[in-house]
């Protein structure tokens, strides 16, 4: 199958990129939402953002993906020990997918064939230690947001249902992209998601020029064209590497932990989750940047994504509540 | 015979360029009622490559993306998956695509964006509201109208792609790209896949006429094609930086002296399209912003419905989202009992075979809302609060006709209360706004806030919402309450905009005693019906609105 548009051909969108080398550096952070306008470059960046991903190491034919022999489920009958690497799963969870395919379900091949009762892992087993990917987010069915809501509450996906009784975990980092014009998403999924972004035609006149030549060189040129952008692929995926070993290494401060309740307070966010992405966030931006520890700089580089989506809704602001956040972080750090 | 209408010409281009490149260019919206012409013109999509299949707006996804087949699978005792529409077929045409949901589009925009398909979208909206989901019209290059062509203004489709270049041999010079960006952007496209598109449908052309580099013949016609029907305003010169100030450099970059050592001169696409443009293009997009209400006939979506009326049932399939209807499935399968109980191999007592299975289906419609918006500031009571309370009853009598549920807020002093969450007890209605005392400031603004909260939070539970809003429309408190009237002004005013955005149909009923032109401008806002209430009497009033919430 022909690779996806690589990410670092993308043009311009630099918040956009950002975000996803974030969450790839710590996926802790809880994944990203990006809403825009059509033609954005929305799905094109989230599926590149595959081969930016370091492997994991898991037991091989495992259906979770588990690390050791231990963490392998019982129904799942592997026999082997031996561990394999596995590029990391990023899941694309169709907006047409049966609660069927998402939690999983009986095999009916087994059931029908062999007279067993055995378990089919859905989606969400495969997504496990890797990324759940919803493309229209905003359109997904009410009934499977509930059910994702759930299990990324608790990182264990519970199936019962008929006749079986199956638990076993599903971590993974949700991403979503969605137009805003075809309807507004949940505030209780929007909450699930560490970094929300809102991205917009580039107005850039060379910037618009350059999207066109580079994706009809992609449409043309394939071959040559990724073996070019490839590389530069690997150069960020090292750097995410290296980040994920410094990550460890940066303290947080008494003074950063301020400036992160005080923004907060400011933006008057709901709950603490805001000050707790925006720390992780801040870290990691800090650590790609090969940084010792936390600056202002780096809070307010992040501020906006990680803080954008929890600000209760002011109906008359227009600005957007990006800017809204900007001013705010303006206002506390002056 | 007279020369082919231009629309028909270009429409016919757009079908030889699209089988040139089907997969590029994504695909053609047509918008044509059914009848000769559209016959005509589909009668040559046998050029597009097959398999083709057609898709209508209530596909399921068991049919577009194939999944177990329950009744094979029983029946041979394997796992027989059933193949869905997209796997194999190359060519999408959606009939009835005004239809399409939200939902529809946005699979099949994932289904273009694989780029191994090409949709035909055929679209039969009488009016300009009823039509395709901009996601999806976006992901295709062409978009013909041919509701204007007379079938004697048509020709045959003629076909000659025996010799064609191919695509990765036509060279695109550097200054193509630029060219077509900026010619874009001046007429207000903003999305990148239009010029997308209009690189592939220029090759297309080139190809179609053997050129290895693209010249400016295949750059007008491409952008005739692909960029005309995307327009939203017309370029100007001395307005085009104005209106989008990032876009300055746009008049550096190219000064009239340039454009010498350019050969593909930017003002012959300009004018090219320019040329195109229908004169009362401002007025149609005035019409295409305005709220999709229920335009597209389907009502709202109706989730946890509980007025849903059972229908007969039907013949169909048990693919997750329907549920049986045992009794009728039972009498559909009973007279033929004793046949296949003689054919049978095993002796069992009930025979039902999968034709057999009849579906339960409801008429969904879901359930509406007034929300009552009434002012009982000073002012108002000084005027006619009694006969606004009049016009209320009135309307709750054709409410309670109709079984709609109500809800009633009211603005005075510093603030509004929600009287009355949704209800449809009209008894407790009525006795709130009898109860409904007047006096103080007029706080329009938070009036609106109040009803439009409520709006949505009804709206989440699957109800249409109708704000009925009765002022004098003399707003003099603003939303933080202070006592202004020019804050309080616009702060109506932004929140009417934010009602009209939110797609919430409303309906302004001025009780002052004389109409007031304030009142007037803050309906336009909400993109409401406004009516003054001295010119209405009780019966004009109860017409009024109802045609206003029939659409």
């Known amino acids: 199958m022909k690779q996806p548009f690589p990410f670092s051909a993308i043009v311009g969108q630099d918040e956009m990129k950002q975000a996803m080398i974030l969450t790839a550096i710590d996926p802790s952070i809880g994944g990203v939402l990006v809403f825009g306008d059509r033609g954005t470059g929305k799905s094109t960046a989230v599926r590149a953002l595959a081969a930016l991903l370091p492997p994991i190491q898991a037991v091989e034919g495992c259906p979770i993906n588990a690390a050791t022999f231990a963490d392998c489920p019982d129904w799942a009958g592997i026999e082997t020990d031996k561990i394999v690497t596995r590029p990391t799963p990023v899941i694309d969870l169709p907006l047409g997918a049966t609660e069927d395919r998402v939690v999983g379900a009986l095999d009916i091949e087994k059931a029908l064939t062999r007279g067993q009762k055995a378990f089919e892992a859905g989606l969400l087993a495969r997504a496990n230690r890797g990324y759940l990917y919803i493309d229209e987010v905003n359109l997904l069915e009410d009934h499977i947001v509930d059910l994702l809501l759930d299990v990324a509450q608790s990182g264990e996906n519970v199936v019962e249902r008929e006749g079986l009784s199956i638990r076993h975990p599903a971590r993974f980092v949700l991403v979503g992209s969605g137009n805003p014009e075809e309807g507004e998403l949940r505030p209780q999924l929007l909450d699930r998601f560490g970094l929300s972004l809102e991205v917009a035609s580039p107005t850039d006149i060379d910037e618009r020029i350059e999207v066109i030549k580079r994706r009809d060189a992609f449409e043309r040129d394939y071959q040559g064209f990724m073996s070019h952008w490839r590389a530069e692929d690997a150069k960020i995926r090292d750097q995410i590497v290296s980040a994920q070993a410094k990550i460890a290494h940066i303290p947080t401060t008494e003074a950063t932990l301020r400036d992160c309740a005080e923004l907060c307070v400011a933006l008057g966010s709901d709950g603490l989750r805001g000050e707790l992405t925006l720390l992780r966030t801040a870290r990691a931006w800090a650590a790609y940047h090969g940084a010792g520890e936390i600056t202002r700089d780096h809070l307010r580089a992040v501020a906006p994504m990680a803080l954008r989506h929890r600000l209760r809704r002011d109906p008359l602001d227009e600005a957007g509540s990006g800017a809204r956040v900007g001013r705010v972080v303006a206002e506390t750090f002056a | ?551």
């Not at chain 2, 029946?75 to 059933?82: K, L, T, Y």
């Not at chain 2, 209807?325 to 039972?330: A, E, G, H, K, M």
């Open chain 2, 1 to 551: 015979m007279a020369a082919p209408h231009p629309i028909w010409s270009r429409a016919e281009l757009a079908l030889t360029l699209l089988a040139i490149n089907p997969e590029g260019l994504g695909g053609l919206w047509l918008r044509a009622r059914s009848g000769p012409v559209r016959d005509r013109f589909l009668s040559s999509l046998d050029a597009l490559p097959a398999p083709v299949r057609k898709l209508h707006p209530r596909i399921t996804d068991d049919q577009l993306f194939g999944g177990v087949d329950i009744a094979a699978t029983l029946s041979s005792g394997r796992v027989v998956q059933e193949q869905g529409l997209l796997s194999g077929s190359k060519t999408l045409i959606l009939t009835m695509a005004e239809r399409c949901e939200a939902g529809l589009s946005a699979r099949l925009a994932q289904t273009l964006d694989c780029r191994k398909h090409c949709l035909i979208a055929l679209d039969e909206g009488a009016d300009p509201d009823e039509t395709l989901p901009p996601a999806l019209s976006d992901r295709m290059a062409f978009h013909i109208d041919l509701n204007d062509v007379a079938l004697g203004q048509t020709g045959p489709i003629a076909f000659n792609l025996a010799k064609q270049i191919d695509n990765a041999d036509i060279a695109t010079p550097d200054e193509v790209f630029s060219h077509l960006t900026k010619t874009a952007l001046s007429f207000g496209i903003s999305s990148l896949r239009a010029v997308q598109h209009t690189l592939e449908a220029a090759k297309a052309h080139a190809a179609l006429f053997q050129r290895k580099t693209l010249d400016i013949a295949d750059l007008q016609a491409a952008c005739e094609l692909v960029l005309v029907p995307r327009a939203v305003q017309f370029p100007d010169a001395d307005d085009a930086p104005a209106e989008t100030p990032p876009n300055d450099r746009q008049s550096d970059d190219c000064p009239r002296g340039d454009s010498e050592q350019m050969d593909l001169p930017e003002e012959i696409l300009l004018e090219a399209v320019q040329a195109l443009l229908p004169p009362d293009l401002l007025a149609q997009i005035a019409r295409q912003k305005a709220p999709r209400s229920s335009g597209n006939g389907s009502g709202d979506v109706s989730k946890g419905n509980r007025r849903g009326r059972p229908l007969p049932p039907q013949a169909g399939r048990l693919d997750g989202t329907t549920k049986i209807d045992l009794v009728s499935t039972l009498r559909a399968a009973a007279p033929w009992q004793p046949m296949r109980r003689m054919v049978s191999p095993r002796g069992q007592a009930l025979h039902i075979r999968p034709a057999d299975i009849r579906v339960k289906r409801f008429e969904e419609q879901s359930d509406r809302l007034l929300i009552f918006t009434v002012d009982a500031s000073g002012s108002a009571a000084m005027s006619r609060l009694n006969e606004a309370k009049g016009a209320v009853e009135l309307l709750l009598a054709e409410a309670y006709a109709r079984r709609d549920h109500v809800a009633l807020v009211a603005f005075r002093g510093t603030g509004a209360d929600v009287l009355l969450q949704p209800t449809r007890s009209l008894v407790q209605t009525k006795r709130q706004l009898a109860q409904l005392p007047g006096g103080g400031g007029t706080p329009l603004a938070a009036g609106l806030q109040s009803a439009m909260g409520l709006a949505k939070t009804s709206k989440s539970r699957g109800m249409t919402p109708t704000i009925a809003l009765l002022t004098d429309g003399r707003a003099n408190i603003a939303l933080d309450g202070s006592a202004a009237r020019v804050p309080a002004g616009t702060d109506a005013e932004k929140m009417a905009d934010t009602i009209a955005a939110q797609n919430i149909a409303s309906v302004v009923i001025d009780v002052s005693k004389r109409p007031h032109r304030a009142l007037e401008s803050l309906a336009g806002h909400m993109r409401a019906p406004y009516m003054p209430l001295p010119r209405a009497d009780a019966r004009s009033l109860s017409t009024a609105l109802s045609a206003a919430l029939a659409d």
